[in-house]
């Protein structure tokens, strides 16, 4: 059975046999080195009796795939495409941000594909459901190769139609408890951009997940008090922390975890929470639905993770 949504949010359909995913760069450009990362994904689609659509070239911009206009223009003619069930990002980087403004987004309701990716992603995921559309959080082609066979048998789990059920080891900061609600997030750098902005959904009664890469500990701390100073850790109805790793300064991610524990604890003592859940930029990347109603069980034996069903 599929996974339920949040009233107000709309979820695509489940992508047929012989529909399309087409593959879409809303931000960086790909690397030079795409050919059998390509037929990787053309493999993959086809296991599961889908087709995959790859463009033969990408613009080019700078470090992005194009100017801005020419990726809404890319978008736009997928979202044309009689065959398109899924629009999968590349990769991630940066660069989603300035599409916003100019996201076509009536015609994205008109044809409900899923948007599938993360990372700097985050930016348009959220936009969506600001708008009341759901879409999936999940490995991108990119990192494909690195990427753990489970999480991309979820990733088909949802695209077919299913709801997966996810479970994770305790950490030792964890703060048990069980919690009801609907499921938003990904990389924190990015959702804190939103802040403020027309495209920032609200967090509050949401299991809000986050992730992050690449960030100094200090920044981290920033990132935390700016969302809980917009949207109060404590009206959370729960919390899951994914990766949190690669710090510039070399700071292991128990360290980071620590960080983090300690905020958390400070401005939501009551808040369930649970660390090193299987979400960002490592292999163990689960597939998140954005807008899902799930429930978050965190006790001594670890964390599980259960969409509920329609």
Same mark, same amino acid.
């Given at each position: 059975?599929?996974?339920?949504?949040?009233?107000?949010?709309?979820?695509?359909?489940?992508?047929?046999?012989?529909?399309?995913?087409?593959?879409?760069?809303?931000?960086?450009?790909?690397?030079?080195?795409?050919?059998?990362? #390509?037929?990787?994904?053309?493999? #993959?689609?086809?296991?599961?009796? #889908?087709?995959?659509?790859?463009?033969?070239?990408?613009?080019?911009?700078?470090?992005?795939?194009?100017?801005?206009?020419?990726?809404?223009?890319?978008?736009?003619?997928?979202?044309?495409?009689?065959?398109?069930?899924?629009?999968?990002?590349?990769?991630?980087?940066?660069?989603?941000?300035?599409?916003?403004?100019?996201?076509?987004?009536?015609?994205?309701?008109?044809?409900?594909?899923?948007?599938?990716?993360?990372?700097?992603?985050?930016?348009?995921?959220?936009?969506?459901?600001?708008?009341?559309?759901?879409?999936?959080?999940?490995?991108?082609?990119?990192?494909?190769?690195?990427?753990?066979?489970?999480?991309?048998?979820?990733?088909?789990?949802?695209?077919?139609?299913?709801?997966?059920?996810?479970?994770?080891?305790?950490?030792?900061?964890?703060?048990?408890?069980?919690?009801?609600?609907?499921?938003?997030?990904?990389?924190?750098?990015?959702?804190?951009?939103?802040?403020?902005?027309?495209?920032?959904?609200?967090?509050?009664?949401?299991?809000?997940?986050?992730?992050?890469?690449?960030?100094?500990?200090?920044?981290?701390?920033?990132?935390?008090?700016?969302?809980?100073?917009?949207?109060?850790?404590?009206?959370?109805?729960?919390?899951?922390?994914?990766?949190?790793?690669?710090?510039?300064?070399?700071?292991?991610?128990?360290?980071?975890?620590?960080?983090?524990?300690?905020?958390?604890?400070?401005?939501?003592?009551?808040?369930?929470?649970?660390?090193?859940?299987?979400?960002?930029?490592?292999?163990?990347?689960?597939?998140?639905?954005?807008?899902?109603?799930?429930?978050?069980?965190?006790?001594?034996?670890?964390?599980?993770?259960?969409?509920?069903?329609?």
């Amino acid at each position: 059975m599929a996974a339920r949504v949040a009233p107000g949010i709309q979820c695509p359909a489940p992508v047929p046999a012989a529909h399309t995913i087409a593959l879409w760069a809303a931000a960086f450009a790909p690397s030079q080195d795409t050919t059998a990362r #390509w037929k990787a994904i053309e493999q #993959w689609c086809r296991q599961h009796a #889908w087709q995959c659509f790859i463009p033969p070239s990408f613009s080019s911009f700078h470090a992005f795939a194009g100017t801005a206009t020419e990726r809404i223009r890319a978008l736009q003619s997928l979202l044309a495409h009689p065959q398109v069930a899924a629009i999968w990002a590349v990769r991630g980087g940066y660069g989603s941000y300035h599409l916003l403004e100019d996201f076509p987004i009536e015609q994205w309701r008109k044809k409900m594909p899923w948007l599938i990716g993360f990372s700097d992603l985050t930016a348009l995921q959220l936009y969506l459901i600001k708008q009341g559309i759901a879409s999936l959080h999940a490995p991108m082609p990119s990192v494909l190769h690195n990427t753990h066979p489970d999480a991309l048998r979820h990733l088909a789990t949802f695209l077919q139609g299913g709801a997966p059920v996810y479970t994770a080891p305790a950490h030792p900061l964890q703060q048990a408890g069980e919690a009801e609600g609907c499921l938003i997030g990904g990389n924190l750098a990015v959702l804190c951009s939103l802040i403020g902005t027309p495209f920032m959904p609200e967090l509050q009664d949401c299991i809000l997940f986050i992730e992050e890469v690449g960030e100094h500990s200090y920044a981290i701390d920033r990132m935390l008090h700016h969302l809980h100073y917009a949207f109060p850790l404590h009206r959370l109805r729960g919390l899951i922390i994914g990766a949190v790793s690669r710090s510039p300064d070399g700071e292991s991610q128990e360290y980071l975890y620590k960080r983090i524990a300690e905020i958390v604890q400070q401005k939501a003592p009551h808040l369930p929470f649970c660390l090193g859940f299987p979400v960002g930029h490592e292999n163990q990347n689960y597939p998140m639905l954005q807008g899902a109603m799930v429930r978050l069980s965190i006790h001594a034996q670890g964390c599980t993770l259960s969409f509920q069903l329609q």
